[in-house]
């Protein structure tokens, strides 16, 4: 039975840019499955078709993470059979990155590097 059971993967992207793009939530969204009803203010429809067009191929994160599976392949930094691999990759963008953030201690790149390696793996005991 286990051969019929799709291959378990762990996908990685990334974003940077400016907090003010990241904070267009309504670009990080899919749009509404319908359009505003005619007679909607302009700057409704202006937004609904601005998201329509932006929202499938936005590099922005999208607020929920099953979204990021709608979107171009292109956005894919990198694919991993197992869960240790994809923590590396993630540990080694966050010590990349570490400059930009905010706190002292976010910056903190030993802290950074343990990170990945403390969530315990999956299993029949630890289902999460």
Known sequence: MAENRPRVHHHGYLW???KDRFDKEA???PPHPEPPPAGSKPELIQRYREVTAEFPTTDLPPLETAYWLIKP???VRGTWDEAKEAAVWLGERLAEHAPRFAS???RDISRLAGQPSATPPRNA???R
Do not use: H, I, W, Y
Request: proline fraction near 13%; charge should be positive.
């Open 27 to 29: 670009l990080r969204r």
């Open 104 to 106: 002292v201690r976010d």
């Open 73 to 75: 392949l292109a956005l």
């Open 125 to 127: 005991e630890n289902p």
């Open 16 to 18: 940077t840019g400016p």
